[in-house]
């Protein structure tokens, strides 16, 4: 039997992890997702779980406890935002590197400097290329569905790769919402007994884990890994679909919103994609045909399915909560361009950045990117590619 | 000494075939220079030893006799730890060969 209870997003993933009680969990608090950690350090002292709890000094420890976790043989997690991440930097490509199925609760928020705890998505989109599988939220449900799926999808034979959840900082992390909790049991079967591949603890066999490659190995290892994230859209997709027979909450790589007789369409992730549904209903009900297009899974990056979804607008508006100076747009709105190249039938794109360090974003200023959209569909010209949401300029 | 395709790895850069650097003939590194052991300056400090990176020092029945020139690379830290009044290991010129087997 689910329950209805009232957490917030760093509770939803601590209420996940009491569930799935992996083996080990390594982490440093920061803010905003130090109450993840707080409240698996209270779990722990009041008995509710039985992985070890590791407290180490920084957040580069702790990735290096779960690396050796990992490959010891455990089922492995951490939870961290921010400067936390990027201290991890370099053990996130050796996670990756080593296909250890490492699981990570990024709380978004953004890089200094300047200094802010607020939430946007610089950690994250900053790790893309560090190898992880990386899923996104819109909401506290969310984050506890795709926290558990992450184990799925991370520790399946052909994937074995770290995954990050991703939720916004403050904006989920520290609002309450009532959430369907499942059953301790059914999470529990859900995402099933560990299996280790290569234990360094099984002292039967004798093997090297991480040793050096010169220019005549390095590059098929790295190939070899590039295999596993390449293996797991169908996974995604089949865990995706088993949530929702077992739990009642299907998910896919993206949802899409009012998108069927769309004619223009927003694509925004995380928790801004639930301001944008309140805006697509009141520009639909002024007439207008515009859906919207929330990006849930963006490593490894849905292409052709989000082409296929976007092929036929008129004007498409990707929303980045990051910025990537000198680059021709950011992460997401890049990737989206690009998928849609091949396609000899493809919408005018153009990308905006938004809600750097937390700045709201509101249903007016869908509305005003909406008329945007509106004046390209219209006359088939971009005058800005590339702009700023609710900046003062 | 064939190489194994990408596909043909095992995941996650395990290497299944523990102490296989024996195979790594580091030797085939030496480019120009290599050293010499004068055995009768020798005191068997084992500094040599200590300091060779390569395990390259031959050492038999607690003594050491000599160089294994299939691991030393010709870094010359031994000669230049080398404490003995005359030297006892010099480095000393020697012909570039092609490697054949070993790492590039
Ligand atoms: S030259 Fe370097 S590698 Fe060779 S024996 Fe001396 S210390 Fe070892
Ligand atoms: S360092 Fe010199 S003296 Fe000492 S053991 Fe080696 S060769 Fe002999």
Known sequence: MSTLKTLNGNQTIAEAVRQIDPDVLAAYPITPSTAIVETIAKFKADGLITGEFVCPESEHSAMSVCIGSASAGGRVMTATASQGLALMWEMLYIAAGLRLPIIAAIVNRSLSAPINIHGDHSDTMGARDAGWIQIYSENCQEAYDNFIQAFRIAEHLDVRTPTLVGLDGFIISHSMEVIQVEDDQIVKEFVGEYQPVYPLLDTSRKFTVGPIDFTDYYFEHKRNQIEGIENAPPVIEQVGKEFGEKFGRAYGFFEEYRMDDAETCIVVMSSAAGTCKDAIDELREEGKRIGLLKPRVFRPFPDKKIAEALKNMNAVAVLDRCSSPGAFGAPLFTEIRNALYDYDQRPKVVNYVYGLGGRDIRVEHFKEVAEELDKIAGTGKVEKIYSYVNLRE | ?104
């Open chain 2, 1 to 104: 000494m064939k190489k194994e395709t990408w596909k043909e790895l095992t995941i996650g850069t395990i290497n299944l075939d523990a102490g296989n650097s024996v195979k790594n003939l580091t030797g085939t590194w030496r480019s120009g220079h290599k050293p010499e052991f004068i055995a009768d300056n020798c005191i068997q400090c084992f500094f040599c030893w200590l300091y060779c990176p390569h395990f390259a020092i031959l050492v038999e029945d607690e003594e050491v006799i000599g160089i294994n020139y299939d691991y030393c690379t010709g870094c010359g830290m031994c000669a230049e730890e080398c404490p003995s009044k005359e030297k006892s290991i010099v480095m000393v010129k020697e012909e570039i060969k092609l490697a054949e087997g070993g790492t590039t």
